[in-house]
């Protein structure tokens, strides 16, 4: 089970973290991502680490901005994201698979409840 937190509303420009906490079973072999959702569009891939954390993906549009890490320690993971804009106004879900190949195409086994995050101009 994947628990997504940390969201909030920031003014644009600022910053926030979420999480993501797994419970229920160890995710550190698997990988993980960061999707989100915008009213009225298509679920989009945000961000992905594979197991260890030697490999990060970022999309185009938050790349230099947001940053993906994971502590498997804890069983977490993490999304910073500095200078925020308006258009990143979405809930962000965490998802997890095996294969970092798949978990970033959105097609990953598991997946947890979003975090809204609404950032004002």
């Known amino acids: 089970q994947l628990q997504a937190s940390g969201g909030g509303l920031v003014q644009a420009g600022g910053f926030l973290r979420l999480s993501c906490a797994a419970s229920?079973?160890?995710?550190?072999?698997?990988?993980m991502a960061w999707f989100r959702q915008s009213p009225g569009k298509e679920r989009e891939f945000v961000a992905a680490?594979?197991?260890?954390?030697?490999?990060?993906r970022y999309a185009g549009s938050v790349k230099g901005r947001f940053t993906i890490s994971r502590d498997n320690g804890k069983n977490t993971m993490y999304l910073y994201m500095n200078s925020l804009k308006p258009e990143d106004t979405a809930i962000y879900y965490c998802?997890?698979?095996?294969?970092?190949?798949?978990?970033?195409?959105?097609?990953?086994?598991?997946w947890g409840q979003g975090t809204l995050v609404t950032v004002s101009s």
């Open positions: 680490i594979n197991w260890s954390a030697s490999t990060t």
């Open positions: 229920g079973r160890t995710f550190s072999n698997y990988a």
């Open positions: 998802a997890a698979d095996s294969q970092l190949s798949t978990v970033v195409t959105g097609t990953g086994n598991y």
